[in-house]
């Protein structure tokens, strides 16, 4: 099994429309994280927690929310999605010692019509 | 000016040749950097870490960094046609960003047989 899981894969949906990705963690880690990658434009920091009761915006969250359900579970969820979120959402972790060594799970490919 | 900028490319070298990718970062409080490789269709993988000034080698890749200039930098020897991917910078902020990892938009390398 893969060490970060992330459901569903690919995603197909309307504008308006409530949806929820999951991820789940087998590492340990205590934070999580959840990117958005662009064409052009890299990997842009959505939300992160470093621990259950932490949760921290990052570069663009406006639009979006995250739950931290347990140390191995972090949901992004869109609450009302709109076309310009189509993008590829990836979670990952990190241990508290080496922050920058991102386990990153397989992405989700989410498309908003 | 972006956090972290890196020329988009694409990149395209011959096989056997070094590729060069190059970052700039701008927070001068940042510490560590590092290198990760996406192929295609997957999710970046970490392939170097970089916390001094000077070089770091691996294998066939050197990091280079370059704090008072605030420039990191990744050469590839002898490249192969595997080695064609996107490579993204990314650095980890200083205190005053929380310790968030930010990354640059990436570099394509195509390297031709």
């Known amino acids: 099994d893969a060490d970060v899981t992330q459901t569903p894969r690919n995603r197909i949906t309307k504008t308006g429309k409530r949806i929820m990705l999951e991820c789940s963690q087998t590492k340990g880690h205590d934070r999580m994280y959840w990117y958005r990658q662009d064409p052009g434009l890299g990997l842009r920091l959505i939300y992160y927690?470093?621990?259950?009761?932490?949760?921290n915006k990052g570069e663009i969250s406006d639009g979006y929310s995250v739950s931290r359900q347990a140390q191995a579970k972090f949901s992004l969820s869109l609450e009302s999605a709109i076309p310009n979120q189509t993008a590829l959402y990836f979670c990952a972790t990190s241990d508290p010692v080496h922050l920058g060594v991102l386990t990153f799970g397989a992405g989700s490919r989410l498309t908003v019509l | 000016q972006k956090e972290v900028e890196q020329n988009s490319g694409p990149l395209s070298v011959p096989e056997g040749a070094i590729a060069s990718l190059n970052c700039t970062y701008s927070d001068r409080g940042s510490q560590s950097f590092f290198w990760y490789r996406q192929y295609s269709g997957k999710s970046p993988e970490l392939i170097m870490s970089i916390y001094s000034n000077g070089d770091k080698e691996d294998g066939r890749f050197t990091a280079q960094l370059n704090k008072a200039s605030q420039y990191v930098s990744l050469l590839i020897r002898d490249s192969q046609p595997s080695d064609s991917a996107t490579y993204l910078c990314?650095?980890?902020?200083?205190?005053?960003?929380?310790?968030?990892?930010?990354f640059g938009q990436g570099t394509e390398l195509s390297v031709k047989p």
């Open positions: 990314a650095v980890k902020g200083g205190d005053n960003q929380g310790g968030k990892l930010i």
């Open positions: 927690s470093f621990d259950v009761k932490d949760i």
